[in-house]
Antibody, heavy 120, light 107 residues
Framework: EVQLVESGGGLVQPGGSLRLSCAASGFPLSSYQMNWVRQTPGKGLEWVSYIGASGTPISYADSMKGRFTISRDNAENSLYLQMNSLRAEDTGVYYC?????????????WGQGTLVTVSS | EIVLTQSPATLSLSPGERATLSCRASQSVSSSLAWYQQKPGQAPRLLIYDASNRATGIPARFSGSGSGTDFTLTISSLEPEDFAVYYCQQRSNWPSTFGRGTRLEIK
């Protein structure tokens, strides 16, 4: 059974940092492109970042560039999102999501999400 | 950035009725459009990709159509479990974007 399980969310002050993790099981992570997607009260669903199956290419939404870093460890079946310089508007639920094996056509599996709250 | 506009914002129907949801893109996305269903407290679930291809395990009552800028998700006969929020997403241009959703509620 395919499973994606996020962890690492929590309450952080503005300007702070968090590292999110996504543990994958039930499929070979090394064969899939992966993404982070967030859902915020202000903007709804928002794509955050993408990483290719082997670690490249990498891309970010504009508002995350320079603050967020996506990475993966295929040997450990894990995906990561390092988030720095957090802002109130980054508050939301963060999901890891797997691309269809056929490529960038849709996210066929999602984790349950981890809540990030940026507040003083 | 491509803006996806979904309509209506809310759709009130009864079980057994046909639902037609619209997604309009601010510029052409060819057929690179996906549809998702989201229920409260759950992650989105992929229904349709490439505008008209059902994802694995999705019932045949869900169908997608369209290309370019105008897309439709149709649910032929609503089941009680279909009442949820539906989102479209384009993967044609960077960055990938989502619509704001259509809430399908029981009338």
């Amino acid at each position: 059974e395919v499973q994606l399980v996020e962890s690492g969310g929590g309450l952080v002050q503005p300007g702070g940092s968090l590292r999110l993790s996504c543990a994958a099981s039930g499929f070979p992570l090394s064969s899939y492109q992966m993404n982070w997607v967030r859902q915020t009260p202000g903007k709804g669903l928002e794509w955050v970042s993408y990483i290719g199956a082997s670690g490249t290419p990498i891309s970010y939404a504009d508002s995350m560039k320079g603050r967020f870093t996506i990475s993966r460890d295929n040997a450990e079946n894990s995906l990561y999102l390092q988030m720095n310089s957090l802002r109130a508007e980054d508050t939301g639920v963060y999901y890891c999501a797997r691309d269809l094996v056929a490529g960038a056509k849709g996210f066929d599996y999602w984790g349950q999400g981890t809540l990030v709250t940026v507040s003083s | 950035e491509i803006v996806l506009t979904q309509s209506p914002a809310t759709l009130s129907l009864s079980p057994g009725e046909r639902a037609t949801l619209s997604c309009r893109a601010s510029q052409s996305v060819s057929s690179s459009l996906a549809w998702y269903q989201q229920k409260p407290g759950q992650a989105p679930r992929l229904l349709i990709y490439d505008a008209s291809n059902r994802a694995t395990g999705i019932p045949a009552r869900f169908s997608g159509s369209g290309s370019g800028t105008d897309f439709t998700l149709t649910i032929s006969s609503l089941e009680p479990e279909d009442f949820a929020v539906y989102y479209c997403q384009q993967r044609s241009n960077w960055p990938s974007t989502f619509g704001r959703g259509t809430r399908l509620e029981i009338k």
